[in-house]
């Protein structure tokens, strides 16, 4: 039965799973989360169980996952390669929400899944690393090599996690800027045992066939399936990613 104060659309669906806390018992049963109104202003790593969070953004992101993976195969066929640029940082933290840190800008939830070379069978426990630019175009850290050599306070809009036993993943994030003559972009590495290891770059849609496009000498053929039609969703960017690896 459906939570009688759950929202009507999938975009908020996914963000609540990602701000409901446990109740207390005036919530209710130890299942039931409290309403929105009690945890709006609560930070999430305050208050999520980031086990369950994940388990619940999956779970509520894969009708929209199915609705992409549908729609993006088989003619895209694998998922290109890109560059990935000078700011990769290994071993960024685990966790489905890169902006800990909570840096200003729109919000942006994003989910998909991880296909093998058929485009059809979905790859379990691959890791997925994503890392973006600021609002203000900025990496943090602006700079490269092991996660061990920067602080924690420098490291945001970067992390990773493992895909479930149906292949899908999430993150929630802010859009990030644009800098120099780069479109609007997500890096992404993206592995698993028995397949090629994949590194590339995600765009927006709404700037394909842009000047901007024209004028961004990176990455020049990119499939359609790598241009992300993301949607609004009461101010949250919402988009889908699926990604299909060769096999090794």
Not at 99 to 113: E, F, K, L, V, Y
Not at 141 to 147: A, E, L, M, T, Y
Request: some cysteine; overall charge positive; proline content about 7%.
């Amino acid at each position: 039965m459906a939570r009688p104060d759950a929202p009507p659309t999938l975009g908020q669906r996914i963000a609540l799973c990602c701000t409901w806390r446990r109740a207390p018992p005036a919530c209710g049963s130890k299942r039931r989360p409290c309403g929105l109104e009690h945890v709006v202003e609560a930070r999430f790593r305050m208050h999520v169980d980031m086990k369950d969070a994940r388990r619940r953004l999956l779970r509520h992101a894969g009708a929209l996952g199915m609705l992409a993976s549908s729609s993006a195969w088989p003619h895209c066929g694998p998922t290109g390669s890109a560059t990935e640029g000078p700011f990769y940082v290994a071993h960024a933290p685990q966790g489905i929400d890169l902006n800990p840190a909570r840096m200003p800008g729109r919000p942006m939830r994003i989910a998909g899944t991880v296909f093998r070379e058929d485009g059809l069978t979905p790859v379990a426990g691959a890791r997925v690393e994503v890392w973006h630019a600021d609002d203000g175009g900025s990496y943090h850290p602006n700079g490269s090599g092991d996660i061990a050599r920067y602080r924690r306070s420098d490291i945001n809009l970067r992390g990773e996690t493992t895909t479930d036993s149906a292949g899908r993943y999430a993150f929630t994030s802010i859009v990030p800027g644009h800098y120099g003559d780069r479109r609007r972009h997500i890096h992404w590495k993206v592995s698993a045992p028995g397949q090629q290891a994949l590194t590339t770059q995600s765009y927006w849609l709404d700037e394909r066939g842009t000047d901007r496009e024209r004028r961004d000498s990176t990455d020049r053929h990119v499939e359609a399936c790598r241009w992300i039609a993301f949607r609004d969703e009461q101010g949250t960017a919402v988009g889908v990613f699926d990604v299909v690896l060769r096999n090794a």
